[in-house]
T-cell receptor, first 118, second 114 residues
Framework: GAVVSQHPSWVICKSGTSVKIECRSL??????MFWYRQFPKQSLMLMAT?????????EQGVEKDKFLINHASLTLSTLTVTSAHPEDSSFYIC??????????????FGQGTRLTVV | AQSVAQPEDQVNVAEGNPLTVKCTYS??????LFWYVQYPNRGLQFLLK??????LVKGSYGFEAEFNKSQTSFHLKKPSALVSDSALYFC????????????FGTGTLLAVQP
């Protein structure tokens, strides 16, 4: 299947600083990328849907000013956690779908990023 | 709204025995159903999907799933479990909106004992 690379795989940052997470589709073009957050032993919570060249669509309850998403190209989307606090510590996962994907195509996921805010 | 339910938080099975991980769905229109597996501290790996056609779908690593329209179920199965199958399994349905985002179940932890 297609490869989605997410970087970094883990990061520790101080409270109040910002952290950027990158999500790249390595062998396909992704018009749409999705950002999820996963708490321990829980399911994936969709945070936002990122479309290349346009503003991200955030799910209800997700602060867009805190979780900045940029999707400047068909192969790269970034999530920046601004002014991070310990409660932002979580596992963040991105996924991407092929440019020509329709409803019947699967999404491919990055490896995830473990963020710890101290 | 589309949704999936995974009624079991955990499934325990002995190595070599058949396994089933349950999933039921609720959709309006045609269901597009998926199974993913997650190993610790990793992203999700695609296992298989049902779009249309045969009700029995075969996927990666020897897994298969049976689509049952009358019972609105899409259970994941494998004839003979391996210890290495131990992981977190997610059922998902495609939302019918413009972005076609995935709606995930709560996940089922599969533990295969040697």
């Amino acid at each position: 299947g297609a490869v989605v690379s997410q970087h970094p795989s883990w990061v520790i940052c101080k409270s109040g600083t910002s952290v950027k997470i990158e999500c790249r589709s390595l062998d396909f073009q992704a018009t749409t990328m999705f950002w999820y957050r996963q708490f321990p032993k829980q399911s994936l919570m969709l945070m936002a849907t990122s479309n290349e060249g346009s503003k991200a669509t955030y799910e209800q309850g997700v602060e867009k000013d805190k979780f900045l998403i940029n999707h400047a190209s068909l192969t790269l989307s970034t999530l920046t956690v601004t002014s991070a606090h310990p409660e932002d510590s979580s596992f963040y996962i991105c996924s991407a779908r092929d440019l020509v994907g329709a409803a019947n195509t699967e999404a491919f996921f990055g490896q995830g990023t473990r963020l710890t805010v101290v | 709204a589309q949704s999936v339910a995974q009624p079991e938080d955990q499934v325990n099975v002995a190595e070599g025995n058949p396994l089933t991980v349950k999933c039921t769905y609720s959709v309006s229109g045609n269901p597009y159903l998926f199974w993913y597996v997650q190993y610790p501290n990793r992203g999700l790996q695609f296992l298989l999907k049902y779009i249309t056609g045969d009700n029995l779908v075969k996927g990666s690593y020897g897994f298969e799933a049976e689509f049952n329209k009358s019972q609105t179920s899409f259970h994941l199965k494998k004839p003979s479990a391996l210890v290495s199958d131990s992981a977190l399994y997610f059922c998902a349905v495609r939302d019918g909106g413009a972005t076609n985002k995935l709606i995930f179940g709560t996940g089922t932890l599969l533990a295969v004992q040697p």
